[in-house]
């Protein structure tokens, strides 16, 4: 059973920045794909981002040009650097893992302040 945990939330002032950090329990070469995910009070979870094991990326259009996500296999670590926080980027972050099966973190709350 691998075991995603997430870490670096917190409170922020909009236009400020956080980095995020999914560290894994196992390998995480052998995931096809990792990603962000979010979810806001009163909200469904929407996806944020993913990467693929080759690397290529893709972004919600809401955190275009503003978030980044990376992946460290040596490390075994996920990372989501964001930029230019808006309240509206207000969320828990949860992180996402797959190969056969689909792993999730128990998430890291983000707060922006207006």
């Known amino acids: 059973q691998v075991q995603l945990v997430e870490s670096g939330g917190g409170l922020v002032q909009a236009g400020g920045s956080l980095r995020l950090s999914c560290a894994a329990s196992?390998?995480?070469?052998?995931?096809?794909?990792m990603g962000w995910y979010r979810q806001a009070p009163g909200k469904q979870r929407e996806l944020v981002a993913t990467?693929?094991?080759?690397?290529?990326?893709y972004y919600a259009q809401s955190v275009q040009d503003r978030f980044t996500i990376s992946r460290d296999n040596a490390k075994n670590t996920m990372y989501l650097q964001m930029n230019s926080l808006k309240p509206e980027d207000t969320a828990v972050y949860y992180c996402n893992a797959n190969n056969v099966r689909t792993y999730w973190g128990q998430g890291t709350q983000v707060t922006v302040s207006s």
């Open positions: 990467i693929t094991t080759r690397g290529s990326t």
């Open positions: 196992a390998s995480i070469s052998s995931f096809i794909a």
